[in-house]
């Protein structure tokens, strides 16, 4: 794919999620959320890891990527 055209397809899949995110926040409220994800919080510090979050993203990314880019 074209530099130019790879760059399109990035930006209309942000739009999308951009939209998404604004006008259906349910549909990412599981982020976060999953048992997986660590959260530790203190009076002082809060840190959270999204373990099982980041696996599921990355098996959805990896499931779009082998759909359209797979020969």
Aim: hydrophobic share 60%.
């Amino acid at each position: 794919m074209a530099p130019g055209k790879l760059l399109a397809v990035i930006g209309v899949v942000l739009v999308v999620i951009g939209l998404a995110v604004s006008y259906a926040p349910w549909l990412i409220n599981w982020f976060g959320r999953l048992p997986g994800d660590i959260r530790i919080e203190s009076e002082q510090r809060f840190v959270f890891i999204p373990i099982a979050s980041m696996l599921v993203v990355s098996i959805i990314l990896t499931l779009i990527v082998n759909l359209f880019f797979r020969k």
